[in-house]
Nanobody, 129 residues
Framework: QVQLVESGGGSVQAGGSLRLSCAAS????????MGWFRQAPGKEREGVAY???????TYADSVKGRFTISKDNAKNTLYLEMDSLKPEDTALYYC???WGSGPTWCGRDGLAESRYTSWGQGTQVTVSS
């Protein structure tokens, strides 16, 4: 069973930084891609960034140049380094994974939540002006 647990959220002022982590279990010996999503109050959940099995990455335009997604396979942990935070980055942040026993990719639709099969519970990020 695949389980994801996010951590690292908090409250920061605009211009500050946060690093989110997502501890994954159950992905050993599997192919997978992983992504970060966020949902602000009153808005739909949106894709932020994702990373493929080969470590290639893709970002939403709204975070490009400010956020960095990475993973540590040895620690089974996904990260999201967030710099130059803005009030509009305030949201509940989720990590998600798409996995399989064979080659599995998020592909061109990797920012769509429908591509993912397992989700964490989320961690809150609040950015004040």
């Amino acid at each position: 069973q695949v389980q994801l647990v996010e951590s690292g959220g908090g409250s920061v002022q605009a211009g500050g930084s946060l690093r989110l982590s997502c501890a994954a279990s159950g992905l050993r010996d599997r192919w997978y891609c992983m992504g970060w999503f966020r949902q602000a109050p009153g808005k739909e959940r949106e894709g932020v960034a994702y990373i493929e099995h080969d470590d290639s990455t893709t970002y939403a335009d709204s975070v490009k140049g400010r956020f960095t997604i990475s993973k540590d396979n040895a620690k089974n942990t996904l990260y999201l380094e967030m710099d130059s935070l803005k009030p509009e980055d305030t949201a509940l942040y989720y990590c998600a994974t798409r996995w399989g026993s064979g080659p599995t990719w998020c592909g061109r639709d990797g920012l769509a939540e429908s591509r993912y099969t397992s989700w964490g519970q989320g961690t809150q990020v609040t950015v004040s002006s």
